[in-house]
């Protein structure tokens, strides 16, 4: 029997909507499991549980009742991966020891196709997308899931069981899995983020270390070797390891030698052939092609995709030339670490518009990244902190406006032909959009209405 028939005799709470709870329960009433839906929004204004409601399932909103765990005896509870485990319904299943999965879990009891496992603080868009394009072109079936917008769950469910779901995956996702197990698992590197969800960085990196958790002896997972703490989450794994390093040649996986890259001391291709921009690219690069090596990749299907792929939306994407600037959105640059790897991708003089959602960061950690950077545009809950930085370091141009619409023109009023101008906030957006796609979006508008 597998887990969705055993499910058929439990009642599973569904907290939270948005994308991945409508699923989910959508999903789990289709298999005949008795759900029920919880949500915060009002019933009268949340259109998702209207919907829910009009299939027959029951929901309950505007409030969090606990009376539910004893009303249909409870035994799973599948979060919303935002919601924090401080919320009154996620600690009542603790408490009862009930298990807490996100949608994520759900996915991998759905289908008996294979998984690839990706996450890690910075690069997992662009490193999913690589992968994905890259089994695409070989001509292998490939369908793309998790946190790069298409709900996991949704994607198994509709899988025929033969395909490699290329699963981008966010720590918050990964704390809510049990016995999720990817064939092949990828941990790109581990920086300090989401502390305010997580509260200390072992924590986060627990919920990290949940990719390479459940593998077993003829799995694979693959390791950045110049990131210690991937090293160290990495060294309970049973999987075979596969390494990869932009810093030295390694035995097992791919590295970078004389200009070139290669996998196993086999050459793949020339770094002058790759058209991907920024030097931090190459950590993403390497570490799609240990995932499709052991996926069984050609190296004409990589080649293919790095002489011809040049971003994904929103990470270090180019917009346009206007009068001799170089616009780029990099509005998925959510923390420091990936506003540091966007400066170090330009020699150029450049303009930098950031700012954002304050969770207590300071921005010295720019500092040595900064030395092309004449002009700083800042907007957000962040600004005060940009506009300090900018004044430190004697950076003559520092301008706090209210919004990305405004920073366009106002980088632009100051640039000179040659310049680039970055849109890299080293923030989250939630102080002013709903997500850094709105963000990018805006600035992007922002650069067409210039032209």
């Known amino acids: 029997m597998n887990k969705m028939q055993m499910l058929k005799n439990e009642h599973v709470l569904v907290l939270g909507l948005a994308k991945s709870g409508y699923a989910a329960a ?19 204004e949340n259109e998702p549980a209207q919907l829910l409601s009009e299939k027959g399932i029951d929901v309950i909103c505007g409030t969090h009742p606990l009376r539910m765990f004893d009303d249909k005896e409870m035994t799973i509870l599948i979060k919303n991966p935002g919601i924090p485990y401080e919320n009154v319904m996620v600690q009542e299943a603790i408490r009862r020891q009930i298990p807490v999965w996100t949608e994520i879990e759900l996915a991998y009891h759905l289908t008996s196709s294979p998984f690839i496992g990706i996450t890690g603080s910075n690069g997992k868009t662009t490193t999913t997308t690589l992968i994905y394009e890259m089994l695409k072109k070989d001509g292998q079936k490939t369908l793309v899931a998790g946190n790069i917008g298409t709900v996991a769950s949704e994607v198994a469910a509709n899988a025929a069981g033969d395909e490699w779901i290329v699963t981008e995956l966010s720590s918050f996702q990964l704390m809510g899995t049990v016995e999720f197990r990817p064939k092949i698992s990828l941990i790109l590197n581990i920086f300090d983020a989401h502390l305010d969800y997580h509260h200390t960085r072992e924590e986060y990196e627990k919920a990290k270390q949940k990719v390479y958790a459940h593998q077993h002896e003829n799995d694979i997972a693959v390791i950045n070797l110049d990131d210690p703490s991937v090293v160290k989450l990495a060294e309970g794994s049973k999987a075979k390891k596969v390494f990869f390093s932009v810093k030295e040649p390694v ?12 996998y196993m001391n086999e050459h793949v291709i020339d770094l ?11 950590e993403n690069i390497l570490a799609a092609i240990c995932v499709v090596k052991n996926a069984g990749c050609s190296n004409e299907g990589i080649v293919h995709v790095l002489t011809t792929f040049s971003g994904v939306k929103h990470r270090l994407q180019f917009v346009d030339t206007i009068q001799s600037r170089k616009f780029y959105n990099d509005s998925k640059a959510t923390n420091i670490l990936a506003t540091s790897k966007a400066l170090s991708a330009f020699e150029q003089p450049t303009i930098l518009l950031a700012g954002g959602l304050d969770r207590g960061n300071e921005f010295g950690e720019l500092r040595p990244f ?7 545009i800042t907007f957000g809950e962040t600004a005060p902190k940009f506009v300090k930085l900018g004044e430190e370091l004697g950076i003559h141009h520092v301008k706090h406006v209210d919004n990305v619409e405004q920073a366009v023109p106002a980088a632009f009023s100051i640039s000179e032909e040659e310049d680039v101008i970055l849109l890299s906030p080293a923030c989250a957006s939630w102080d002013q959009h709903k997500t850094f796609e709105e963000r990018g979006d805006m600035f992007v508008n922002a650069v067409h209405m210039l032209k």
């Open 26 to 44: 959508s999903i789990l009433h289709e298999y005949g499991v008795n759900v029920t839906v919880n949500d915060q929004k009002p019933f009268e």
């Open 251 to 262: 035995e097992y996986g791919a590295f970078i030698k004389d200009g070139a890259i290669y």
């Open 272 to 282: 002058k052939d790759v058209v991907l921009p920024g030097e931090h690219n190459l």
């Open 370 to 376: 900064m030395n092309n950077v004449k002009g700083i």
